[in-house]
């Protein structure tokens, strides 16, 4: 919110010699960051007020020039050449006067021009630096009135005017107002304020100006409406008018358009002009019917939700309410009737089609924070003052004023609840004082308080509330600031130390961790192909998402590793190993979490109820690989990115984590069916890897045979307390097998039962060849092993080596059908 100090100065009775500083430092107090302070641009030199007497118009030349003679308060017009033709004899303009330094170190100069001497210079917005503008001449005005020629220009036109651009947070709606912070800080200044909303509204007379009626109270519980008529279409906005609305950073656009910035600007109340000669039938606030669409004052035509409010005549929807108008009642060049619109709409509503449209505006951002339910009728009174001034406008009947709102609540309040609270003494005097300072109705009955907030303090609920506004008004900087004594450390816990050292062990492997937003759409898991019944598609979704897109938070850690992926893919590399651990977030039915009280700790029964609310949140760890696994040189061609590869991922995660991990052969979307392992500790399935589905690469626009690998590291058990390795000082026995099993044998299931045949003599077993093809039998396939039997106390003979070799074998003939190759 930018907020002009001499627009200030008009409501809070600010001290003299206050500086831009002291003003900055008593925002921060109110909790108003101050991000930046506007200063006007440097303007030295003779800058008056000038009245343009007499224009001729110069021929002969390539483009149209104007001599002009101006009076500037001296006893002799001066003659000046200009080339814009927005003004006319009678207007006032600025002047710069020879010996003046516009902005960029511009001098001004008498000089011979187009065969006159130009003596000073007319100039355009732009060139004083106070806006863009240099289309034309800045005319302030028109006519007797106004400022004599030969007056300083500079307080006219801003040239001594700072702006502070103040950081609203979303809980205070009214702060988004001249009114709101001048209130604020009249307050923090112990100075006088003048509501520019105190004035009574004329008393009309005459008949309704509209048929006006609110299907949907819940959602609009005040709706007003004013008709004018005869409005110049061609009348130009004031000039003071035009600075406000650009020191503000809105940009002018015509008399009916800034009038209502303007107010809202002045009194946080936004409003909405239709040509009412392009309005059919009465007026009606509804929700969207299936089908309908409105195209916006943006141009853009849009599809409307059942949640879409509605401001329609007979012809359909003419207003997005609260967000943006409709393209067929806008204002034109030729508009002398209007109809203003004022009201106050339900905040969470008009924050949904805010971000359902991607629309957001200066109407909606105030709308979805709260405005003043007693301030529209006040707000059309003001434009339609501001359109009879400078518009010829009239107003025609009686406005009309749907009023459904309720009573407001009535807060009852401990008066020593801010001090225990803030640890300030705070009198229960003072309490009062602030509350009514801020607005609120006060009834006192000892120390309780009965506190009704005011209209434009929406977000004023709960005692916790009042209590906020107390600690603020008096300041935050009263607070004694008293430091814990800090408890001895405690260590990382062993779940910390285990996530640590499996993020360690995969950047060691070469992976790149890419941590992502935990939030998914169905679009995505649409395009990996889960079934409709997995698990995986019952989704937490959030009332209040970043993006409609991904509305939901993340059940799995996939969708984020593969967009990581095709983005990097995407800017031209080739070969990508990237990981990611954190948090996944299953769906299921919870219980509705407890409002807790906030003046003291909850209970354990509380604490259980929230915590039965809040959904699981299981640690999952994944990876994803594209290209080659390892690069291509000198020494060879390099080596492909494989299952295997992601398999082994599972492993080094695995063994970081100090258990034992089975693999075996499955079936799971989104990998494919032939090239999917099932990842277990004991009999419990703890994650998948391999390849990924080739229709999930495709609608993914994935490399083919990208591989994959997801697993939960809080189902994993504890490790358990590591001992050191019997060393035996005899020597080994080596012994080599190859064994023939069906082809969907996993390999797995085969090494279990040589390790349990082999019994207590075996002290290694290793997988060292694959293989397939002639002269091996087709549906069959070649496991080579290597057996290390050892004994702790002996030397081992061949022939105890060869008893437990040949059980081996045949524990896994009985186990898979192995048989050895000959």
């Not at 301030?375 to 009947?397: F, K, T, Y």
């Not at 407001?408 to 609270?421: E, F, H, K, Q, S």
Request: charged share 25%; hydrophobic share 45%; with cysteine.
């Amino acid at each position: 919110m930018r907020v002009p100090v001499s627009w200030l100065r008009e409501y809070v009775d600010i001290p003299a010699g206050t500086t831009v500083e002291e003003l900055d430092a008593a925002f921060v107090r109110l909790g108003l960051t101050v991000e930046e302070v506007h200063r006007p641009p440097v303007t030295t030199g003779p800058l008056v007020i000038g009245r343009v007497l007499e224009i001729e118009e110069l021929t002969g030349f390539k483009k149209p020039i104007r001599y002009t003679q101006v009076d500037v308060g001296e006893p002799a017009p001066r003659g000046i050449v200009c080339g814009a033709r927005n003004f006319a004899a009678g207007d006032l303009v600025p002047v710069a006067l020879p010996g003046a330094v516009l902005p960029g170190g511009f001098a001004i100069a008498a000089r011979s021009t187009y065969d006159h001497v130009s003596d000073g210079m007319i100039c355009s917005a732009r060139e004083l630096g106070i806006g863009e503008d240099h289309s034309g001449i800045l005319v302030l005005g028109a006519g007797e009135e106004g400022p004599a020629p030969g007056s300083p220009a500079g307080g006219l036109l801003g040239l001594d005017d700072v702006v502070l651009d103040l950081e609203v947070t979303p809980d205070r709606g009214y702060a988004m107002s001249m009114r709101g912070i001048a209130r604020d800080l009249a307050g923090a200044l112990g100075v006088d304020f003048a509501d520019p909303a105190a004035l009574s509204p004329p008393a009309w007379s005459g008949e309704p100006a509209w048929e006006v009626s609110v299907a949907d109270p819940a959602r609009c519980d005040r709706f007003a409406m004013i008709a004018v008529e005869g409005l110049d279409p061609a009348a130009p906005s004031p000039w003071w008018l035009r600075r406000r609305l650009a020191q503000s950073g809105i940009r002018s656009i015509s008399l009916a358009v800034d009038v209502t910035n303007y107010v809202m600007l002045e009194l946080g109340q936004p409003m909405h002009a239709f040509d009412r000669d392009r309005l059919t039938g009465p007026i009606t606030v509804r929700l969207a019917r299936p089908g309908e669409r409105l195209t916006t004052l943006d141009g853009v035509d849009r599809a409307l939700t059942g949640d879409d409010l509605l401001i329609t005549d007979d012809s359909g929807p003419i207003g997005l309410a609260g967000v943006m108008g409709g393209a067929s009642t806008e204002i034109g060049g030729g508009t002398s009737a209007v109809l203003l619109e004022a009201a106050h709409w339900e905040p969470t509503g008009i924050s949904r089609a805010v971000r359902r449209h991607k629309l957001p505006s200066e109407a909606a951002k105030r709308f979805e924070r709260g405005t003043d339910p007693d301030v529209p009728v006040v707000a059309l009174a003001r434009a339609a003052a501001l359109l009879a001034e400078h518009g010829g406008a009239r107003v025609a009947g009686r406005p009309v004023d749907a009023d459904e709102r309720g009573p407001r609540p009535v807060i009852d309040l401990d008066a020593g609840l801010p001090g225990r609270i803030a640890g300030v003494a705070y009198p229960p005097a003072q309490v009062v004082e602030v509350l009514r300072a801020i607005g609120a109705t006060v009834a006192e009955d000892g120390d309780r308080l009965q506190v009704t907030p005011p209209s434009w303090r929406g977000d004023l609920t709960e005692p916790a509330d009042l209590v906020e506004e107390v600690v603020r008004y008096l300041g935050y900087d009263q607070i004694p600031s008293v430091l814990p004594t800090a408890p001895a450390g405690a260590g990382l816990t062993d779940r910390q130390r285990r996530r640590r050292s499996i993020g360690r062990a995969l950047a060691d492997a070469g992976y790149v961790e890419a941590p992502s937003y935990p939030f998914l759409g169905t679009a995505v898991l649409d395009a990996l192909g889960l079934p409709e019944d997995d698990e995986r598609r019952t989704l937490i979704t959030l009332r209040n998402p970043l993006s409609e897109e991904a509305p939901a938070m993340r059940t799995t850690l996939v969708p984020g590793l593969l967009a990581t992926l095709a983005r990097n893919l995407g800017r031209g590399l080739r070969d990508v190993a990237v990981f990611e651990h954190g948090a996944v977030f299953p769906g299921g039915l919870r219980g509705p979490a407890p409002v807790p009280d906030v003046d003291r700790r909850p209970d354990d029964a509380t604490l259980a109820e929230l915590l039965s609310a809040v959904p699981d949140q299981p640690w999952h760890v994944g990876v994803a690989l594209a290209g080659n696994r390892e690069p291509r040189g000198w020494w060879g061609p390099g080596r492909p990115a494989g299952w295997a590869d992601a398999v082994q991922a599972a492993r080094l995660v695995a063994d970081t984590a100090g258990v034992q991990l089975t693999v075996r052969a499955a079936e799971r979307a989104p990998w494919h069916p032939g090239r999917c392992a099932e990842l277990l500790v004991g009999d419990r399935v703890v994650g998948y890897a391999g390849e990924l589905h080739p229709r999930a690469c495709a609608a993914l626009e994935l490399p083919a045979r990208t591989c994959v690998m997801e697993l939960d590291v809080d189902a994993l058990p504890p490790a358990p307390v590591p001992t050191g390795p019997v060393v035996s000082t005899f020597p080994p026995v080596h012994m080599d097998a190859a064994l023939l099993v069906p082809a969907g044998e996993p390999e797995a299931r085969v090494r279990a039962a040589l390790a349990a045949g082999a019994g207590p003599l075996l002290e290694e077993l290793r997988l060292f060849d694959v293989y397939t093809g002639p002269p091996v039998p087709e549906g069959r396939k070649s496991l080579a092993y290597a057996f290390t039997f050892r004994a702790p106390d002996r030397t081992l003979t061949g022939e105890e080596a060869r008893a437990a070799f040949e059980a081996a074998v045949a524990a896994a003939g009985q186990a898979s059908g192995a048989v050895l190759r000959g």
